[in-house]
């Protein structure tokens, strides 16, 4: 069993920059591909961005290519994503989850799921 915390989340600016945690538990963290996806009010989660087991392998949503990066410390069960360059259309709840698949960008191949974490960029 894995359980997932985010954390990091804000109000910021367009054009500004966070920086997202998720912090895992368990001793298994480094068997799992991790993932970021968002959800915006009234719509669909959708897919961010994911990293490979020992972090060798990126994917990323078009709309993230660019701006946001995906990173994961296996010694300290902990997966950041970095954005940057904001912009008011990434507003969302970001959550953070865990897929033993490369299905990377289908939000049911993940088992475990963060409770979320909000960002809201201002224009």
């Known amino acids: 069993q894995v359980q997932l915390v985010e954390s990091g989340g804000g109000l910021v600016q367009a054009g500004g920059s966070l920086i997202l945690s998720c912090a895992a538990s368990g001793r298994t963290f480094s068997t799992y591909v991790m993932g970021w996806f968002r959800q915006a009010p009234g719509k669909e989660r959708e897919f961010v961005a994911a990293?490979?087991?020992?972090?060798?392998?990126?994917y990323y949503a078009d709309s993230a290519m660019g701006r946001f990066a995906i990173l994961r410390d296996n010694p300290k069960n902990m997966v950041y994503l970095q954005m940057n360059s904001l912009k008011p259309e990434d507003t969302g709840v970001y959550y953070c989850?865990?897929?033993?698949?490369?299905?990377?960008?289908?939000?049911?191949?993940?088992?475990?799921w963060g409770q979320g974490t909000q960002v809201t960029v201002s224009s």
């Open positions: 989850a865990a897929s033993r698949t490369l299905r990377t960008h289908d939000p049911s191949a993940y088992e475990h």
């Open positions: 990293i490979t087991w020992s972090g060798g392998g990126t």
